[in-house]
């Protein structure tokens, strides 16, 4: 396993999975290219009203009818969404730890759906929160 690393957060990264960034966000995809997982994030202003992280996840949803259920990514808490669209299957997460906020999705093929689930779970539950930088 590689540890992928940000400059706000990392996480351990099985050998089959690549990761690319661009401008906005990590691109993390497996050597079958079954589904990838995106990783963008926002950064709260010291003293900065922030939203709930419920809240916040509603207002950007794709979808009003969207169930949200709360959850725990390693380092960080947050709700999670799962929904098909246009053959595809889709899960979403809004995670927070501190000022950091998270917004990850992992996208396939509907015909594929749940074959990476627990890899993906086991990926997002070794989210660690990189103190040092949001202090600077």
């Avoid at 099985?14 to 050597?31: C, F, G, K, M, Y």
């Avoid at 994030?41 to 009003?64: R, T, V």
């Amino acid at each position: 396993m590689r540890v992928l690393e940000t400059q706000w957060w990392r996480l351990g990264l099985p050998d089959e999975w690549n990761a690319e960034q661009d401008d906005e966000s990590i691109l993390i995809t497996d050597r079958d290219e079954v589904g990838t997982i995106e990783i963008s994030h926002l950064i709260a202003e010291p003293g900065e009203a922030q939203l709930s992280i419920e809240e916040l996840a509603k207002l950007n949803a794709e979808h009003d009818n969207l169930e949200w259920s709360s959850c725990c990514c390693g380092d960080f808490d947050g709700v999670e969404t799962v929904y098909l669209e246009d053959g595809a299957a889709i899960r979403e997460w809004w995670l927070r730890a501190q000022s950091l906020t998270l917004f990850v999705t992992y996208v396939c093929d509907e015909e594929n759906r749940g074959l990476d689930d627990a890899i993906v779970d086991e990926i997002l539950d070794g989210l660690e929160l990189v103190v040092e930088s949001l202090n600077e």
